[in-house]
């Protein structure tokens, strides 16, 4: 797998994390904290444990898989990129506006995206 392609699916799983987190069990949540958000490796995740890295590969999988799952039934993320791209684009169609008008706008654009 190139690096970029290991990269993206690391940056997707940490946001997946972020959204869904507290869905997660208390082991789930532990495991993928070490190893996706603090860089540990399945060996040393295993070690910590006394488990094989085995165990600790499968675990992980699993609990990504239950991310992707939420993901696919609940789509928070996907709605939260929506939201971004649109108050992308309605921030260049404010640059465009007067100075007043640019402020208490900008404001309320802020306050969409903040929404969760």
């Known amino acids: 797998m190139p690096e970029d392609n290991v990269l993206e699916k690391t940056n997707r799983i940490n946001l997946l994390f972020d959204f869904y987190e507290p ?3 208390e082991k789930q ?3 993928l904290q070490l190893y996706v958000h603090d860089d540990y490796s399945l060996g040393e995740i295993a070690e910590h444990f006394e488990v094989s890295r085995q165990a600790i590969y ?3 999988k699993r609990a990504e898989q239950t991310l ?3 993901e696919a039934k ?3 993320l996907r709605k939260h990129e929506e939201r971004l791209k649109l ?3 309605a ?3 404010l640059n465009r506006l007067e ?8 404001e309320l654009l802020q306050a969409i995206v903040n929404m969760d």
Do not use: C, F
């Open 23 to 25: 869905l997660l069990t």
């Open 29 to 31: 949540r532990t495991t």
């Open 58 to 60: 499968e675990h992980v």
């Open 68 to 70: 992707y799952d939420y």
């Open 74 to 76: 609940l789509g928070l």
């Open 87 to 89: 108050a992308e684009e």
């Open 91 to 93: 921030q260049s169609y």
């Open 99 to 106: 100075p007043e008008a640019r402020g208490r706008i900008g």
